[in-house]
């Protein structure tokens, strides 16, 4: 998967295609960069309605290619590189959305399927717990 971006690219459709491709992941995007394993802060992140211009002057026209095998780490610093923004990868974990810091260096296929897992067993529970049995 790849996002074609340059100054009038709203963040909030990076955010949709990227989550369109890994349902179970979705991209934030702060005022400051963050280290390997580093969580960002809430008062930092961004407002979605804002274009790549508004946010980085010197953005330009970019590819980021983001193949399912690719590392969280590299995703993250490639945005921060090439487009000027510094984002973060959160995963679905019981229904919330959590930063993903500690797993940076798993790749985007099996974070998502964390996240999928995750998100089943967060329905199972919920399901288990109306369950009755009859007898």
Same mark, same amino acid.
């Given at each position: 998967m790849h996002i074609d971006i340059n100054d009038k690219t709203v963040l909030k459709e990076i955010q949709k295609t990227f989550s369109d491709f890994y349902p179970f992941l979705l991209m934030k995007f702060y005022k400051k960069p963050h280290n390997k394993y580093e969580e960002s802060k809430k008062e930092d992140e961004l407002d979605v309605e804002q274009t790549v211009g508004e946010v980085y002057k010197k953005c330009g026209s970019n590819k980021i290619e983001m193949l399912p095998t690719e590392r969280v780490a590299n995703v993250e610093n !490639? /945005?921060?590189? #090439? *487009?000027? *923004?510094p984002i973060q990868i959160l995963k679905m974990e019981n229904g919330l959305w959590c930063q993903t810091s500690g797993l940076d260096n798993l790749s985007l296929k099996d974070l998502n399927i964390m996240g999928r897992n $995750? $998100? +089943? +067993?967060?329905?199972? !529970? @919920?399901? @288990? +717990? +109306? /369950? !009755?049995? #009859?007898e």
């Open positions: !490639e /945005f921060q590189n #090439k *487009i000027g *923004i $995750s $998100s +089943d +067993d967060y329905v199972m !529970e @919920d399901v @288990d +717990d +109306d /369950f !009755e049995t #009859k």
